[in-house]
Structure formats: C-alpha cells, structure tokens
T-cell receptor
Framework: AQTVTQSQPEMSVQEAETVTLSCTYD???????LFWYKQPPSRQMILVIR??????QNATENRFSVNFQKAAKSFSLKISDSQLGDTAMYFC???????????FGDGTTLTVKP | EAQVTQNPRYLITVTGKKLTVTCSQN?????MSWYRQDPGLGLRQIYY???????DKGDVPEGYKVSRKEKRNFPLILESPSPNQTSLYFC?????????????FGSGTQLSVL
C-alpha cells in the first residue's frame, strides 16, 4: 500500500515571498504520478501541478514548481511570489499507473499574510 | 463544459435512513472514485472503479456501496448511515490514459448524519 506524508500541518508566508511545502511518499511501484492539489475555502479541489515518475525533469506551472527526488521519494512544492489567493489547504497525492488508485496526504494549510 | 457533477451539495439526514449521492461525468473517463474528507485526515478513498461493472474497495469502504452500471455515473450509497459518516464527500474521475492522467473533482457533498 502507498502512503503519503505531509509533515507540515500549517505554514505561513509573507506576500511576495517564497514558500516550500514538503511531501514524502512510500511505494514499491515504479510507474506512478504525483500531484499537488489546492483546496481554497470554497472547498473545490484544484490541480496545481502534476509530475510523472518516469520524467526526471521537475514540473513547473508559472509560480509553482516541484522538487521531485524519486530515489528519496520526496515531492516538495515551491510557491514563488506568494499571493493572497494562494491561501488554501494543499494536498500532495500519489496515483498508481494503470489502476489510477490514489492516496492523499493529510494536507498543509498555507496562509499568505499581507 | 467538461465536469464532474455531484448531487446534492448539502444533505442532512438521520441515522439509518438510506441515501444516495449521485456523481456523473461528461468526459468519457474510464476511472471514477469516491473520497471522504475529515479534518486532519486528508482525503481517504472509499471505492473506485476502473470501468463499467468493475469496482474495488479503497481504504475506508465499510458502510458504503457503489455501482458502475454506466460509464458516466458512479453513485455512492449509504444503506444505513451512522453519525461517524458525517463528512465531506468528493467524487472524482480521470481519463485512465497514461498521457494525461489526473483527477477531476466534483464540488463536494457535505453530509451530516444526526
């Protein structure tokens, strides 16, 4: 079974600064996907960024980037130039290839302060 | 518009009264799943389905039933709800293809069992 661990229940950052959210996972699979999802107060689950395990290059989406360390089973999210709208809960998620079965971490609540 | 539609958004019921939460997707996705979200516990998978008539248990299946008679629909059934099933529920779907795998979420159903 897969496990996903987010060791930071809460974090805060000043507007315009950079913050990194941590995620580690455990799996015996070789092919899988990793995601970061954002959940604002509206409760909607919004995909932030996606990484395929067979790709060594770290994924980036505008101000969001990941540091994917496959051997260490680590998948951190870096948010640059933080904005007030980034305030949300962030979930790290693992998805198995073929079956698409998914496992989520417990979440990190991020607060961006003006 | 491509979407996953869940109904109802809010539901208050009493212990033992059978209920169904509906989920429908219009993207011809192979994979569908149900999650519950509880404070501090992230999203936990209840059931998932890789195709029509194929369903499998997730991490917390007790007290729930699902069916996948059509590709687009994946209802969640609580035969005899109990207060410990009070939670926020999400339905999700994904293409099931290796090239664009990611979860699309419904808007959530807040269930309260009295």
């Amino acid at each position: 079974a897969q496990t996903v661990t987010q060791s930071q229940p809460e974090m805060s950052v000043q507007e315009a600064e950079t913050v990194t959210l941590s995620c580690t996972y455990d799996t015996s699979e070789n092919n899988y996907y990793l995601f970061w999802y954002k959940q604002p107060p509206s409760r909607q689950m919004i995909l932030v960024i996606r990484q395929e395990a067979y790709k060594q290059q770290n994924a980036t989406e505008n101000r969001f980037s990941v540091n994917f360390q496959k051997a260490a089973k680590s998948f951190s999210l870096k948010i640059s130039d933080s904005q007030l709208g980034d305030t949300a809960m962030y979930f790290c998620a693992f998805m198995k290839h073929v079956t698409s079965k998914s496992t989520f971490g417990d979440g990190t609540t991020l607060t961006v302060k003006p | 518009e491509a979407q996953v539609t869940q109904n109802p958004r809010y539901l208050i019921t009493v212990t033992g009264k059978k209920l169904t939460v509906t989920c429908s997707q219009n993207m011809n996705h192979e994979y569908m799943s149900w999650y519950r979200q509880d404070p501090g516990l992230g999203l936990r998978q209840i059931y998932y389905s890789m195709n029509v008539e194929v369903t499998d248990k997730g991490d917390v299946p007790e007290g729930y039933k699902v069916s996948r008679k059509e590709k687009r629909n994946f209802p969640l059934i609580l035969e005899s709800p109990s207060p410990n099933q009070t939670s926020l529920y999400f339905c999700a779907s994904s293409p099931g293809s290796a090239t664009n795998e990611k979860l699309f979420f419904g808007s959530g159903t807040q269930l309260s069992v009295l």
